[in-house]
């Protein structure tokens, strides 16, 4: 999965790589991994379609212990995706 995510980031570096479902069945340094092979986003919420997902408080305890920040989600129509993206990896950088 690091690996792949990884991958992902280079081909597509201006891409969104989110961690979704299945990340239940990760550890947290597991998930800190996936964050430092260049994952950028994940899906929060009790079940992702029939598949659980991770309580939202522990995302935030994860976030807290890596030193993650996370960033506000965005509701604007006129934010075009790739504004975003940028946004995102100049604020990383």
């Known amino acids: ?4 995510i990884g991958t ?6 201006k891409a969104m790589v989110r961690l979704s479902a299945g990340r239940v069945w990760f550890s ?3 998930q800190a991994l996936c964050f430092l092979a260049g994952a950028n986003s994940i899906f929060t919420g009790e079940k992702l379609l029939t598949t659980p997902n991770n309580d939202f408080d522990a995302d935030q305890l994860m976030f807290k212990t890596l030193g993650l920040i996370p ?4 509701f604007s129509e006129d934010d075009s995706e790739s504004e975003n993206c940028e ?3 100049s604020a990383s950088h």
């Open 8 to 13: 992902a980031r280079i081909v597509m570096p």
């Open 87 to 89: 946004k995102v990896a």
């Open 28 to 30: 947290m340094p597991e």
């Open 71 to 74: 960033k506000p989600p965005s």
């Open 1 to 4: 999965m690091i690996r792949m």
